[in-house]
């Protein structure tokens, strides 16, 4: 006979020099969490199953952070990234990838519009911060 372990409440796991702080539903990692990577990158937010689904906040150690909604690990939905220069990105995400919404820049500059392998593509505008629009 023998009997499976099922862990469930909250925890914490170490493995391979990353960590995870959160909680557990049947040996997955379920619920609100922070997961530290041996890299110096953390995501903190909503776990479904193993994977980042629902909003969350990812850190890089580079300090470029997302903030918004994510499915299966990915950013997906509306979110917001900002840049360690402090210009950012608001906008829509589909399977981790930009696909519409607004970069501002510092400066005053900014391009409001359709983004494609994260690239300007498709419809949209480029003001310069002097006031030249394309």
Request: no cysteine; proline share 1%; hydrophobic share 25%.
């Amino acid at each position: 006979m023998t009997i499976e372990k099922k862990f469930s409440g909250y925890g914490v796991l170490y493995s391979n020099n990353n960590r995870y702080e959160g909680y557990w539903e049947q040996s997955k990692l379920n619920g609100k969490g922070r997961y530290f990577l041996a890299n110096g990158d953390y995501f903190e937010g909503n776990i479904v199953n193993d994977k980042a689904s629902g909003y969350g906040r990812f850190i890089h150690k580079d300090g470029k952070i997302y903030e918004g909604n994510w499915l299966n690990d990915l950013p997906n939905g509306e979110g917001k990234e900002i840049f360690k220069d402090g210009s950012t990105f608001t906008g829509s995400f589909t399977n981790g990838s930009k696909v519409k919404g607004k970069f501002d820049w510092k400066d005053g500059a900014y391009y409001e519009g359709e983004i494609k392998k994260d690239l300007f593509d498709g419809e949209g505008l480029f003001h310069w911060a002097e006031g030249r629009e394309y």
